[in-house]
């Protein structure tokens, strides 16, 4: 409870150490201070505490300031000072703030002495005294006469003070039924206003809900689509190596069937060089022979002649034979040879070839997978391009959203400002014309005093069925406070609950950037 005489400030601020600084302020200059950190929470000790000056921030969660200070004017508090107490120091939103019904903006980082002297200015005005009243004029002579007079000026001003009396009770029983009314539509509108920001703050959260499902829905269908990908590459490459193995064993099956046949033709090569050689060593010993029994049949002529020349001719046949077989031999060792180095140059050049055509098939899928990875990350920014475009997009049409229903606001407070104050005009008019009228009733009043009474008298009792019918009304009304008590209650259960919610919500959430 607050102390009798001292005045309540409700401080309303996001930032705990700033919040501490100014109610620590407030506190050593002799003020009760309360504080509260969102807009419902200052909603909330609004009505519980009833503070004489509120210092508000603008960006606070839950409700801005803006919106906190226009349902406060609005809603039956209009004579509550509001100091608007931000970092954000452009004329639009000095502007701003004065437009929803601000004293007073401030900007951060505040001078001390400058809040201290505003809030003394806001709570202690100085009030204007009125000049002392002239003292009465003294009396003149008693007579008959002026006792008559003065009896009927006696009576004219208890009826104008009855009636003035009348007039300011039913002034009084209007202005509270209307200030009952303004808190009724306050509370209405304070609620509509909570259910619509909760309903924004679902609509956020399911939009966010759907759109992290379908960020997950396309990462995941992005994911597979990769996997397959690479299942498919992976597939394509197994298979390719399967197919280079497969055309790599057939060529060495190839190779190994030329080997054989080449090694088949050298054996058969050889054979034939062999037979042959036999053959011409059979038919050079059938020679040798024929030529031996010549030599025999002729060696009784000329046996020593003979046995030289065959000597000379068997040495020159077997230097020419050995001559011959070294060339035959020689020949063939150069055919052979030429014929191994003729298989090793095509094994060399299809190897070779093999191993250009692997390198190329290899060099061949490496490309092609980087050009797949390059395609896979030319989408992948894509996307990202076209998702921050699609958020960027949606926060310029929330802003614009936001601005247009600001402008709409504030096209509303002032059509009822200026709505207000031509009623204000219309009253005043009014208000002068019913004093003219009464200063001419006054002139009128002596002559006209039992008309007057008897108007009187039938005022009176319409008054009487006016005030038969209020009460019959201050009962319905009554009937409805408690209604609205109880359902005031209901919804401050349901608020706690909401608050709960969202309390959990927010220490979930990260918090948000001023």
């Not at 002495?113 to 009125?130: G, N, Q, Y």
């Given at each position: 409870m607050s102390e009798p005489g001292r005045k309540r400030i409700l401080v309303v601020e996001d930032e705990d150490n700033l919040r501490e600084?100014?109610?620590?302020?407030?506190?050593?200059?002799?003020?009760?201070?309360?504080?509260?950190?969102?807009?419902?929470?200052?909603?909330?000790?609004?009505?519980?505490?009833?503070?004489?000056?509120?210092?508000?921030?603008?960006?606070?969660?839950?409700?801005?300031?803006?919106?906190?200070?226009?349902?406060?004017?609005?809603?039956?508090?209009?004579?509550?000072?509001?100091?608007?107490?931000?970092?954000?120091?452009?004329?639009?939103?000095?502007?701003?703030?004065?437009?929803?019904?601000?004293?007073?903006?401030?900007?951060?980082?505040?001078?001390?002495?400058?809040?201290?002297?505003?809030?003394?200015?806001?709570?202690?005005?100085?009030?204007?005294?009125?000049?002392?009243?002239?003292?009465?004029?003294?009396?003149?002579?008693?007579?008959?006469?002026?006792?008559?007079?003065?009896?009927?000026?006696?009576?004219?001003?208890?009826?104008?003070?009855?009636?003035?009396?009348?007039?300011?009770?039913?002034?009084?029983?209007?202005?509270?039924?209307?200030?009952?009314?303004?808190?009724?539509?306050?509370?209405?509108?304070?609620?509509?206003?909570?259910?619509?920001?909760?309903?924004?703050?679902?609509?956020?959260?399911?939009?966010?809900?759907?759109?992290?499902?379908?960020?997950?829905?396309?990462?995941?269908?992005?994911?597979?689509?990769?996997e397959a990908e690479a299942r498919r590459l992976a597939e394509q490459r197994a298979q390719e190596e399967a197919e280079a193995k497969a055309h790599a064993e057939q060529e060495r099956k190839e190779e190994e069937a030329r080997r054989l046949a080449e090694q088949k033709a050298r054996e058969e090569a050889e054979a034939r060089a062999q037979a042959e050689a036999e053959q011409k060593r059979r038919e050079a010993e059938a020679r040798r022979l024929a030529e031996q029994r010549a030599q025999e049949e002729a060696e009784a002529k000329a046996r020593a002649e003979r046995e030289r020349k065959r000597r000379e001719e068997a040495e020159a046949k077997a230097r020419a034979e050995a001559e011959r077989k070294r060339k035959e031999e020689e020949a063939r060792r150069l055919a052979e040879q030429k014929a191994r180095e003729e298989a090793e140059a095509k094994a060399r050049a299809e190897q070779e070839r093999k191993r250009r055509e692997e390198a190329e098939a290899k060099a061949r899928g490496e490309a092609e997978l980087k050009r797949k990875e390059e395609e896979a990350r030319r989408l992948a920014e894509q996307k990202a391009r076209e998702e921050a475009e699609a958020r960027a997009r949606a926060e310029q049409k929330r802003k614009r959203r936001e601005e247009a229903e600001a402008k709409a606001r504030a096209e509303a407070e002032r059509k009822r400002k200026e709505e207000d104050a031509r009623r204000l005009a219309e009253q005043k008019a009014r208000e002068e014309t019913g004093a003219k009228a009464r200063a001419e009733q006054e002139q009128k009043r002596a002559k006209q005093e039992a008309k007057v009474r008897a108007r009187l008298q039938g005022q009176i009792r319409k008054l009487a069925e006016k005030e038969r019918k209020l009460a019959k009304k201050r009962a319905k009304l009554e009937a409805k406070v408690k209604a609205c008590q109880q359902a005031e209650q209901t919804c401050a259960q349901q608020r706690a609950q909401l608050e709960d919610e969202v309390r959990a919500r927010a220490e979930r959430e990260p918090p948000p950037q001023k």
């Open positions: 600084l100014v109610q620590s302020r407030l506190e050593i200059e002799g003020f009760v201070v309360h504080t509260a950190a969102s807009g419902f929470e200052a909603l909330s000790k609004v009505r519980a505490t009833q503070p004489d000056l509120i210092i508000l921030d603008l960006m606070i969660p839950r409700m801005d300031g803006y919106s906190l200070c226009r349902l406060l004017k609005s809603g039956g508090m209009a004579q509550m000072p509001v100091i608007i107490f931000s970092a954000r120091s452009s004329p639009e939103d000095i502007r701003r703030g004065l437009d929803m019904g601000a004293n007073a903006y401030i900007v951060k980082p505040f001078d001390g002495p400058v809040l201290m002297s505003k809030v003394r200015e806001l709570l202690f005005p100085a009030e204007a005294r009125p000049e002392g009243a002239a003292a009465e004029p003294a009396p003149e002579h008693v007579t008959p006469d002026t006792l008559a007079q003065a009896e009927a000026e006696r009576r004219r001003q208890e009826e104008a003070a009855r009636a003035e009396a009348e007039q300011k009770r039913k002034e009084e029983e209007a202005r509270r039924l209307a200030e009952q009314q303004a808190q009724e539509e306050a509370r209405a509108r304070v609620e509509a206003e909570r259910r619509r920001q909760e309903e924004e703050a679902r609509r956020q959260a399911e939009r966010k809900a759907r759109e992290e499902a379908e960020a997950r829905a396309q990462a995941e269908a992005e994911q597979k689509r990769r």
